[in-house]
């Protein structure tokens, strides 16, 4: 993705400052006198100038140059400053965008059908209590196996890219996709979407990022809710429906 967007460095009078920044500027250089004592030239990174920024007139951070997918220039920590820092935290949130869709799903569809009669589904809450095929025990130790191995792979695949794209039991299975997080294959991108140009792959993998970080914030959402109110989301949102003036959130801090 890095030749969709190349950066470049650019000069800027002072550094940005948390909140209001400074505008983005393009390939302009501070000159100062040899010898001076003010000599000094801080760098920040040219960008679009109609690209999206998290805060309107703020100037991203150098190491986000808006080559990535869901990149409005927020790291006000610096917390990705460092190559393989930033490496890692975009790994890790394209798999916590995912786990957070599917657990988004996962809360809303059943309890939704469950409330208009077409399921009937314990709350996403308690559906942990429940008594499955087999004990708690077992359940967990499968899941962590499962998942161990398709995390150790996922992890082979960063270290170094396309080194488990060929199917360990069907060899004649391999991934096509050439970026890491992103495989491609029958399995991961059964409609070919990741074959396009690269201004339309860039385009739905900005898509995925918007919509996982929406995911991630529904998902604390939900168990906020849960906690302050004793219910699930969508019965919090039919009893809002029905009664608008009282059934809110300040009810729920409102001592019985």
Partial sequence: MASLCASSAIAAISAPSFLGGK?????KKLSVPAGSKSAATVRAVAADPERPIWFPGSTPPEWLDGSLPGDFGFDPLGLSSDPDS???NVQAEIVHCRWAMLGAAG????????????????????????????????????????????????????????????????????????????????????????????????????????????????VMGAWFQ??????????NLFAH????????????????
Avoid at 121 to 129: K, V
Avoid at 241 to 256: N, R
């Fill in 23 to 27: 505008k983005l500027r393009l390939n």
């Fill in 241 to 256: 429906l029905a009664d608008p003036g009282h059934a809110t959130i300040f009810a729920a801090f409102t001592p019985k």
């Fill in 86 to 88: 930033l490496k890692w």
């Fill in 107 to 218: 809360i809303f569809i059943p309890e939704f059908l469950t409330k208009i009669g077409i399921l009937n589904t314990p709350s996403w809450y308690t559906a942990g209590e429940q008594e499955y095929f087999t004990d708690k025990t077992t359940l967990f130790v499968v899941e962590l196996i499962l998942i161990g191995w398709a995390e150790g792979r996922r992890w082979a695949d960063i270290i170094k890219p396309g080194s488990v794209n060929t199917d360990p039991i069907f060899p004649n299975n391999k991934l096509t996709g050439t970026d890491v997080g992103y495989p491609g294959g029958l399995w991961f991108d059964p409609l070919g979407w990741g074959s396009g140009s690269p201004a339309k792959i860039k385009e739905l993998r900005t898509k995925e990022i918007k919509n996982g970080r929406l995911a991630m914030l529904a």
């Fill in 226 to 235: 849960h906690i302050y109110t004793g219910t699930g989301p969508i019965d």
